[in-house]
């Protein structure tokens, strides 16, 4: 099995490289749009600001392929919300799978989330041998709210989507590399979809 993580210099690729290691894959690092084509399943992660991302991801005609993919592709973090179609993030216009937009954590909490939450209402088999209240490791100031796509949900201040789904576009808020063993359980099921 090909896995191609996308290289747009906004993810934690190495993290999430040793945890596909630790099952027997190693993922290619590439940023070649016929080489993430050709994948069986692409991870696009990300760590860091919307508009830089989206700039990169521009600049190399990513934003143009990527929605376009017909493989299982999982956007982690900053993935999840380039996969909408906006964030509240320095305005920015993101990729279009998913009909809805990131906002801002209001004052009245901490931003940005660090720390273990609790995800429930799992609906997909991505979550497949995952018990529902499992704690998930997170790191975000901006949130995707609860819509039709949502596949699990959490809560910071307020209900939100700790998951979303719509066609072979999967997204998760939280860090499957760094959410011990319900995380690593996530990327195998990822895999087997």
């Known amino acids: 099995m090909k896995i191609v993580q996308i ?10 490289q040793f945890a596909f290691e630790r099952f027997g894959y190693t993922p290619v690092l590439s940023s070649d749009p016929a080489e993430i084509k050709e994948a069986d399943k692409v991870i ?3 760590v860091g600001e919307a508009s830089s991302a989206m700039e990169k ?3 190399s005609g990513l934003d143009k392929l990527i929605p376009k993919l017909k493989q299982p592709v999982l956007g982690i973090c900053l993935g999840m919300q380039l996969l909408c179609e906006a964030t509240e993030e320095n305005d920015t216009r ?3 799978v998913i009909a809805v937009s990131a906002h801002k954590f209001s004052n009245d909490v901490k931003v940005p989330q660090i720390g273990w939450n609790q995800v ?3 609906r997909s088999p991505l979550f497949d041998g995952i018990s529902e209240d499992e704690f998930m490791y997170m790191v975000h100031s901006y949130y995707v709210p609860i819509c039709d796509e949502t596949i699990a949900v959490t809560d910071y201040g307020r209900p939100y989507s700790a998951a979303i789904q719509k066609d072979n576009f999967y ?3 939280f860090h499957p590399e760094k959410s011990s063993m319900a995380g690593e359980q ?3 099921n990822f895999l087997n979809l």
């Open 7 to 16: 290289d747009y210099g906004a993810g934690n690729v190495k993290n999430i």
């Open 44 to 46: 696009f992660p990300g």
């Open 57 to 59: 991801l521009c600049a």
């Open 94 to 96: 993101g990729l279009g």
């Open 120 to 122: 429930r209402e799992l």
């Open 171 to 173: 997204g998760v808020q």
């Open 186 to 188: 996530i990327l195998k």
